[in-house]
Nanobody, 129 residues
Framework: QLQLVESGGGLVQPGGSLRLSCAAS????????IGWFRQAPGKEREGVSC????????NYADSVKGRFTISRDSAKNTVHLQMNSLKPEDTGLYYC??????????????????????RGQGTQVTVST
C-alpha cells in the first residue's frame, strides 16, 4: 500500500521560501500523477500544483504560477514543491496525493479520485511576520 509523508513546512516571513517534500513508501511515485493541495481554515481545498507520471507535464494554480515549482526526484521516490516569494495567503496545510487514474488538469479542479487514499497527513505552512 502506497504511503506518503510530507515534510518541509514551517513558519516563514513574506517573501521567503520553503521546499516541501512528498516521500513515498510501498510503491513508486513515478507510476502516479502527483498533486499538491492546500487547505486553509474557512477556505475550500485548493489544487496548488500537479506533475504527471512521466514528469513531462506540470500544472499550477494561477495564484502560484511563477513562484512555485514542482519536480520529481525518482531516485529518492520523492516529489518536491519549491515555494518562493511566499505570501500570507499561501498559509495552509499542504498535502500531496497520488492519483492513478485522472489527469492533472482534473485533479487540480476536483481533487483526487480517491480522496482518502494515497495521501499524506500534510505539513503546515505559515507565512507571517
Amino acid at each position: 500500500q502506497l504511503q506518503l509523508v510530507e515534510s518541509g513546512g514551517g513558519l516563514v516571513q513574506p517573501g521567503g521560501s520553503l521546499r516541501l517534500s512528498c516521500a513515498a513508501s510501498g510503491g513508486t511515485l513515478d507510476d502516479y500523477n502527483i498533486g499538491w493541495f492546500r487547505q486553509a481554515p474557512g477556505k475550500e481545498r485548493e489544487g496548488v500544483s500537479c506533475i504527471s507520471s512521466g514528469g513531462d507535464s506540470t500544472n499550477y494554480a494561477d495564484s502560484v504560477k511563477g513562484r512555485f515549482t514542482i519536480s520529481r526526484d525518482s531516485a529518492k521516490n520523492t516529489v518536491h514543491l519549491q515555494m518562493n516569494s511566499l505570501k500570507p495567503e499561501d498559509t495552509g496545510l499542504y498535502y500531496c496525493a497520488a492519483e492513478p487514474y485522472w489527469a492533472c488538469a482534473i485533479i487540480m479542479r476536483v481533487g483526487p479520485s480517491s480522496p482518502d487514499d494515497y495521501r499524506g497527513q500534510g505539513t503546515q505552512v505559515t507565512v507571517s511576520t
